[in-house]
């Protein structure tokens, strides 16, 4: 079996600021991490990679330094990585990146199964993935929360998907691409031994020219999405937590509710 | 400091501060209340790989020594003294193996201490053998290709929880210390039970229990180097570890000076925080100034053993005398410098003053290290002469 996972190196969220005046997010100084659902889909990897054996392989489109991204990945585990970095992927948005990562997973082909985090904590669109599986016409099962089984002879996997009011058990065939929620595991930390292969890994390093693919399509002039502004929401005010008995308390909340035109 | 860390101590400090953070803050305060073993955290740090640290690669470890050893038990320590003595206690159970094993011992043990699959321990203490090691009345009695042991041990670190013990015994009374050997005993192995498990003041999420032997049949080839070399394996093994103490004691330190610096510059008392008082800044300069002594001193004793020097026990006593006395200093004054918040277990202080206190006491009581020093003084002056 061969499993992909797509990871995205972003900024440390607790730490991002907006510049008031150009409205853009004020990068540097910010530490890098690996995107933090990406980590549940590495862990899912790995723990398939541990059942059944499989070759896993972690990819990432993003500047150079998204390298540090996957060799960390490595460090938890994963056998290898890739890296897609070019001038002219610079800008994409969710549409560009996803056809600039499908390009690649097409060269990597085959593979049975793909993960991805559910969203990255700065887009936080979730719309890598699923547009992921379209360009590479493969099914997908977005906000899987467990993956009951996967079924290598029959090519199938049975997986939970998080629904706000429940969960729904999917059947796919294989390959597909499951985008993952943080309730699926709890990620590993990197070992010893693998921090220090990751060290010493090789990792791949793809072009624009080394996908091939429409030269227009990749990067800011392949993206539809244009941004008007960006700006940080209003801080959100602190909670008040009622105390006491619970019948006054529970009078208490519903008054204030009716005060509030809530119920 | 700068103590020109390679970058694989780098990583074994930093992967340990992470799990220590990540893993150990949110739960050490009530592991502490409830006296539990930190099982799902030995789980943690066993597949970060750091149990073999100090081991050789050709046994699974990474191939440090006992200075790496060192990195990994003072980050832990900086977080909770008592998870970092359950994964220091393994490597103590670990040495004699490492240090006198055979190679079919070493093969068949490190291996899956290194990978952390099971604890090991050490076991010398006696309810009447403490300091005077040399009055234990635990008895290895030879019968065929089996040693017969007998007695109870005391206060072991892990007891119950290890899988693997290095167990000193007697096997010829009339010999006095020349009389004690080593054995590896398994746990399960029928006749040898685990008895109470002792209420302590600090590191209480840590083990500290008897081992009860009653006609426990070990095969023969558990023996460690030879019949009568049981204080030699004891002594050496304790030479090893007890920089680990100091790392322990310097971790317990430094966590307690982090903790009241954050306090100082927050609390505000006659109208200023704390921290602009220098009363209060003086004795967090001292504090400062005497973990940093006692870390360079515990770093160079560890790379001193690590060099494969004979002559080791000097070093290796100063440095568990001096930066486990700076352990209880430190914890006191940064109990003192939290004032009545600092009495109350919602502040991590009071727990660092009680983890701190052992490290005085165990691995030979610092009456006993500064015996050790003193005697090596007097014989290197005479060597001289
Ligand atoms: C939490 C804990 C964990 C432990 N873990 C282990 C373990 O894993 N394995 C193990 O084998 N043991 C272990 N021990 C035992 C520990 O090593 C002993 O407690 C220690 O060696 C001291 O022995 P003692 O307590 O019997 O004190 P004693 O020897 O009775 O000493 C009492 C006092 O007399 C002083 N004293 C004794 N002799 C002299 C002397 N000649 N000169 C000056 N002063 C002297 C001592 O310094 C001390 O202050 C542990 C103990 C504790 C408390």
């Not at chain 1, 700065?122 to 379209?134: C, I």
């Not at chain 2, 740090?45 to 640290?53: K, M, P, T």
């Not at chain 2, 049949?217 to 004891?234: C, D, Q, S, T």
């Amino acid at each position: 079996m061969k499993i992909i996972v797509c990871i995205k190196q972003v900024p440390e969220t607790g730490n991002v600021k907006i510049d008031p005046q150009t409205h853009t997010l004020i990068r540097s100084g910010v530490p890098s991490i690996i995107n933090p659902l990406d980590t549940y889909a590495i862990e899912e990897a790995l723990r398939w990679k541990e059942k059944l054996g499989a070759s896993t392989l972690v990819l990432s489109m993003g500047p150079p330094q998204a390298e540090e991204a996957l060799r960390e990945a490595v460090s938890m585990g994963i056998d290898q990585a890739l890296l897609l970095t070019d001038r002219r992927f610079a800008g994409a948005d969710t549409y560009a990146t996803a056809y600039t990562l499908s390009l690649a997973i097409r060269k990597l082909a085959p593979y049975d199964l793909i993960f991805c985090g559910k969203q990255a904590i700065d887009g936080d669109t979730a719309q890598v993935g699923p547009a992921l599986a379209e360009h590479l016409g493969i099914p997908h099962i977005a906000y899987v929360k467990k993956i009951e089984d996967i079924d290598l002879q029959k090519a199938t996997v049975r997986a939970h998907r998080l629904m706000e009011d429940g969960y729904e058990i999917l059947d796919s065939r294989l390959p597909a691409l499951l985008t993952v929620v943080k309730e699926i595991n709890e990620p590993r930390f990197p070992s010893l031994k693998g921090k220090m292969r990751a060290k010493k890994l090789e990792i791949p390093i793809w072009g624009a020219d080394d996908l091939g693919g429409e030269v227009a399509n990749f990067g800011l002039s392949g993206s539809p999405t244009q941004v008007k502004g960006i700006f940080a929401p209003p801080a959100r005010g602190k909670g008040e937590i009622l105390t006491g008995e619970a019948p006054l308390i529970a009078q208490t909340l519903i008054e204030r509710l009716k005060a509030q035109k809530i119920i | 400091m700068d103590y020109f860390l390679t970058e694989e101590q780098i990583m074994i400090r930093d992967l340990a501060r992470k799990i220590a953070q990540e893993k150990i803050l949110p739960v050490r305060a009530e592991l502490d209340e409830r006296e539990e073993f930190p099982w799902p955290i030995i789980q943690c740090l066993a597949e970060a790989d750091l149990f073999g640290v100090y081991l050789p690669e050709e046994y699974g470890g990474c191939g440090g020594g006992c200075f790496e050893l060192c990195l990994a038990v003072e980050e832990l320590s900086r977080v909770c003294g008592g998870v970092a003595v359950s994964y220091a206690a393994s490597a103590l159970g670990a040495f004699p193996i490492l240090l006198f094993g055979n190679a079919q011992q070493k093969e068949r043990y490190l291996p899956e201490i290194a990978q952390g699959k099971k604890l090991a321990a050490f076991a010398l203490t006696e309810a009447n053998a403490g300091s005077d090691a040399g009055g234990i009345q635990t008895t290895a009695r030879l019968e065929g290709d089996e040693y017969v042991l007998n007695g109870t041990k005391q206060w072991i670190t892990n007891g119950g929880e290890a899988h693997i013990y290095t167990v000193i015994a007697m096997t010829d009374r009339s010999k006095g210390s020349r009389g004690a050997s080593a054995f590896i005993v398994e746990k399960g192995t029928p006749g040898f039970s685990f008895g109470k498990k002792e209420k302590k003041m600090g590191i209480r999420s840590s083990a500290t229990r008897e081992l009860v032997f009653t006609d426990c049949r070990i095969p023969k080839e558990n023996l460690l180097a030879k019949e009568g070399m049981g204080f030699m394996v004891a002594m050496k093994t304790l030479d090893n570890s007890r920089p680990g103490i100091g790392a322990q004691a310097v971790g317990i330190a430094q966590g307690a000076l982090d903790e009241a610096l954050d306090y100082a510059r927050e609390r505000v008392q006659f109208g200023k925080p704390i921290s602009s008082f220098q009363a209060i800044q003086h004795m967090m300069a001292d504090m400062a100034t005497q973990i940093e002594a006692a870390r360079a001193l515990t770093y160079a004793a560890a790379r001193y053993i690590d060099s494969g020097a004979k002559d080791v026990s000097k070093v290796s006593a100063m440095a568990k005398v001096f930066a486990s006395d700076v352990a209880m200093n430190v914890t006191t004054q940064a109990v003192q410098i939290l004032g009545g918040y600092g009495y109350m277990r919602e502040y991590p202080v009071e727990k660092m003053m009680r983890d701190a206190k052992i490290t005085q006491i165990y691995e030979g009581t610092n009456q006993i290290q500064r015996n050790v020093i003193a005697l090596s003084l007097i014989k290197e002056r005479a060597q001289k002469r």
